[in-house]
């Protein structure tokens, strides 16, 4: 049976060998993926691992590039198909966030130079938290290769270069087969970006620029909580769940203590009477367990667990977060919450919080007026004029990339790949929430369409599956560009043994809607709407992040802002 | 239907946005301003030309002169303030009390006449004029506070007010002994920001900024000779009324007999800085600033005032009487008497005016 390897290589990571049996399973998955074909993974039961630890590959990253080619060169000969793991989701680097652009650098120049001794046909798969830039200099380096698909790059945020099958499921393999339910909480969570006045009463002094909405992350959160409630550590005889605002964390924690058997109440803060039910349990020489949406300064849970321990005199209040603002440890970490009294609070996921102060220049509450957001404020599917803006600062602006051929570029364009980074959940469901809002039969059988091979379109394809889990299938870009030039006809593009074409014609035809990054012309989703006319599937409607041709006639169309990009100052 | 409705709310927050966030981010104030055109001219006409004429001043003044920027900003009017300002053909603004004083005697109006509409506290005494051709509708105002960027702030208000065809900056400035006397009229051939100056380690250099007068201002300014049209009669009339009211208050120089006040009426550059001039060194100022030869008058308001009138396409015009010399003690006795004198010029002015006379506004 042919044969796949992985790279013997380790990134920062402690231990030098796989031995997780869902890992090898996934790459199994991730191999018959790409060659499409059954494979079965070399075995090198003695083999040592090349391993560069994180302090190593900052102080001297040139050992990254020593030790990658040594890897290198002991792939199995009859390997049709090599996987180097340096991806955060499998665990193979502990790195938080991606890697170091310097660190990459010298990845690249290791591959670049032992993959010109491999045999020709061997195929090398990079899986990595998240796709270099194109202009970056380390994908440059590749860039031949990465052309070819003898190189492929894969990210945890599920995207590819792979350009021969763009709809490749390396998503779905990573979120079934490994199925880890901190990292679907960390890419489910929405963030919402907006001006959330801190404190109970009405004197503002700071603003939280991010809420955290894990509303659609109701079964990570499931999972995680009856982990956590299961640890001997833990193990609380009754749990108080309190949030000064947040409901996202209520359903789930019930759920998992009525599996549990475990009395849980709320908390309010308030008046004494109202602070717990009446019919709430003797605690006295128990252990209680405070559980909380979000620790931010740690102030609320502090007061309320020595205002439990006051009032159910337990033996130990101890505090958990399903995300803090603060902490070492980006996933499953513990801080302080209580300097003076050495109170700590244990989390799922750290997140980051911005603070602005009232007296602080950028406080666009006051400079600007800017109305305050509200955590519970209902959903249009739309950028407010504020809002968006704000994020284009906030992600900045880029060349236009991935210009079709038929219009020229539109210069600097809002950073949308950067802004899906960080926002991708919150303008994935805004999308949905629009799109539901023009197409009444809506549902979780819609097919979503876009074209592939895109950067943004990529990011808000993955953010789409990801947080609404809407069915997302990718046309090749150059199919849908040689369609809106006209150079072959609709009907030709579709293939039977293609992947995307397979998605669109089951036995009964999916309805679908169009998406992209932004619309301007409007021809690559006509060519995407010919396309998919030629088979006579029902087109829904259509949707964008932003529609730079507002004034342009489009039927059953969302998008989440618009405007005519071309500039109308003197002298254009 | 487009895909994005505009509203009103988004072309002030666009605005907002502009004014905050796009300073050192060319691109960006770019896209801001593309986005901010585009959604102002589906507004209806009022808002949409509010917006603009602020985006104007953004353009113009989007890195530098803050102060300026954000007085000419204001004085475009609130785009989200209802319609109904009021309309004037001529509006008079003075700074201080004597200014004030020397307006309403000229223009006849009662020193103890309450204001006919006021506004953030300030009041506008409103009087029609009879020309030989036509009516005319004058306002008169006083800002109270000197200084260019308080001039511009209060040109903010007054346009929110009222719809002007012509703004005049009336009253009192120094001038050169040499050139002047006291009680001389000034009337500005140009205006020009003499505080303006470049640091350097070899020491400053200065680098005046000039405002020029539209052009039927200047041609106006040509074809006005006031004693040949009884200014002398007119202005010691007023001065002789205003003696004998006994209004309190009204300061006069003691040795001046109003029968044998006589000014005399000059066109120069009036010199303005944030600098009142009290070292005596006025003719070196001026020197300084390139003004060796042209009478001037040295004053702290004009161009803001210029600046802020041009934002908003208003015509402008500063006359000045001469109330001091710049010394280091400034009698004030001729504050009243100075501006009385610019304002009974600018009545003479705006009688002959075939600017104001044609009902044109341009």
């Given at each position: 049976m042919p044969e796949f390897d992985v790279v013997p290589f380790r990134l920062g990571a402690p231990t030098p060998q796989p031995k997780n049996p869902k890992l090898s399973k996934f790459y199994g998955q991730v191999a018959e993926m790409i060659l499409g074909k059954a494979v079965v993974q070399a075995e090198f039961p003695q083999r040592v691992f090349e391993v560069v630890k994180s302090k190593e590959a900052d102080k001297n990253p040139v050992r990254i590039y020593e030790r990658l080619c040594q890897a290198l060169a002991k792939i199995s000969p009859a390997a049709e198909l090599a996987i180097l793991d340096l991806s955060q989701w499998t665990g193979a680097i502990p790195m938080i966030g991606s890697i170091p652009g310097k660190a990459f650098m010298h990845i690249a120049h290791a591959i670049g130079a032992s993959i010109t001794d491999w045999p020709e046909a061997r195929i090398l798969a990079v899986l990595l938290p998240k796709l270099p830039e194109p202009e970056d200099q380390a994908y440059r380096q590749l860039s031949t290769y990465i052309r070819q698909d003898r190189v492929i790059l894969f990210s945890d945020d599920m995207e590819t270069t792979y350009s021969r099958e763009p709809n490749i499921p390396y998503g779905s393999t990573l979120l079934h087969v490994l199925d880890n339910p901190l990292e679907m909480l960390k890419r489910k969570l929405i963030i919402r970006r907006g001006w959330y006045a801190r404190g109970l009463d009405d004197v503002t002094s700071s603003y939280a620029r991010h809420f955290f909405d894990g509303s659609n992350c109701g079964r990570e959160l499931e999972r995680l909580l009856a982990t956590t409630l299961r640890d001997p550590q833990l193990h609380p005889d009754l749990v108080v769940y309190h949030s000064a605002g947040s409901t996202w964390l209520k359903g789930p924690l019930s759920t998992v203590c009525r599996d549990h058997d475990l009395k849980c109440y709320e908390y309010e803060e308030g008046s004494q009477e109202t602070e717990l039910p009446g019919q709430v349990e003797s605690a006295e020489g128990k252990r209680v367990l405070l559980v909380v949406p979000v620790v931010d300064t740690g102030a609320t849970a502090c007061r309320v667990a020595e205002r439990l321990e006051e009032l159910l005199q337990p033996a130990e209040v101890q505090v958990l977060a399903?995300?803090?603002?603060?902490?070492?440890?980006?996933?499953?970490g513990k801080r302080t919450i209580c300097q003076g009294a050495g109170r700590s609070a244990e989390y799922f996921l750290r997140v980051r919080q911005e603070d602005v102060h009232s007296e602080d220049d950028a406080c666009d509450p006051v400079r600007i007026g800017t109305s305050i957001s509200r955590i519970d404020q209902g959903d249009d599917g739309r950028l407010s004029t504020y809002e968006f803006w704000d994020l284009v600062k906030t992600a900045g602006l880029k060349d236009e990339d991935d210009v079709p051929h038929w219009r020229p570029a539109l210069g600097k364009v809002p950073n949308l790949p950067r802004m899906l980074d960080t926002y991708g959940c919150w303008l994935a469901t805004k999308i949905w929430a629009g799109v539901a809002r023009i197409v009444r039969q809506l549902s979780q059988d819609t097919v979503f369409v876009c074209p592939g091979g895109e950067q943004g379109a990529g990011k808000l394809a993955h953010h789409l599956e990801v947080a609404t889990e809407a069915q997302v299938v990718r046309i090749p870009r150059d199919l849908v560009d040689a369609v809106a030039e006209q150079a072959i006809a609709p009907s030709a593009t579709w293939n039977a043994a293609s992947a995307w074409c397979q998605r669109l014609l089951p036995a009964t035809s999916p309805s679908v809607v169009l998406f992209d990054e932004f619309v301007r012309s409007g021809k690559t989703m006509k060519a995407m709407r010919d396309i998919l006319e030629a088979r006579d599937i029902p087109i829904l409607g259509s949707c964008c992040l932003v529609d730079f041709s507002p004034d342009e006639p489009k039927p059953n169309f969302h998008c989440l802002y618009a405007w005519n990009r071309r500039s109308h100052l003197p002298g254009d | 239907m487009a895909s994005r409705v505009p509203t009103n709310d988004d072309g002030v927050i666009l605005l907002e946005l502009l004014r905050h966030f796009g300073r050192g981010d060319p691109d960006l104030t770019e896209l801001i301003f593309s986005d901010l055109f585009w959604s102002a001219i589906r507004l209806e006409d009022t808002q949409r030309n509010r917006i603009l004429a602020r985006a104007a001043v953004l353009m113009q003044y989007g890195r530098n002169d803050r102060e300026i920027r954000d007085g000419a900003y204001a004085a475009v009017g609130d785009p989200m303030r209802p319609e109904g300002k009021r309309k004037a053909d001529l509006l008079v603004v003075t700074v201080k009390a004597p200014e004030l004083d020397g307006a309403r005697a000229a223009f006849g109006i009662a020193q103890d006449a309450p204001p006919d509409h006021s506004a953030r506290g300030a009041g506008f005494w409103h009087v029609r004029r009879e020309t030989p051709t036509r009516s005319l509708d004058i306002v008169v105002t006083m800002n109270g506070l000197s200084t260019n960027a308080d001039m511009a702030a209060f040109l903010s208000t007054v346009f929110a007010e009222y719809d002007v065809r012509l703004c005049v900056l009336l009253g009192m400035a120094a001038g050169r002994e040499d050139q002047v006397v006291l009680g001389d009229v000034v009337i500005a051939d140009r205006v020009k920001d003499f505080g303006r100056k470049v640091l350097r380690p070899e020491g400053d250099e200065l680098e005046p900024r000039v405002f020029h007068p539209d052009r039927a201002i200047v041609r106006t300014n040509s074809n006005i000779q006031p004693q040949r049209m009884g200014w002398h009669e007119l202005v010691q009339t007023r001065l002789r009324e205003a003696m004998e009211a006994d209004i309190p208050g009204l300061r006069f120089p003691a040795a001046l007999d109003p029968a044998e006040f006589e000014p005399a009426f000059h066109r120069g550059t009036v010199l303005a800085s944030d600098q009142l001039v009290e070292d005596g060194r006025l003719s070196d100022h001026a020197a300084q600033a390139g003004e060796r030869r042209k009478p001037i008058a040295a004053e702290m308001e004009a161009a803001g005032f210029a600046t802020v009138c041009e934002e908003n396409s208003v015509l402008w015009l500063v006359i000045r009487g001469i109330a001091d010399f710049g010394q280091p003690v400034r009698s004030k006795e001729w504050q009243f008497v100075a501006s009385l004198s610019a304002a009974t010029a600018l009545v003479l002015w705006i009688d002959r005016s075939t600017y104001l006379a044609d009902g044109k506004s341009t």
């Open positions: 399903a995300l803090s603002t603060v902490g070492r440890k980006e996933r499953m | -």
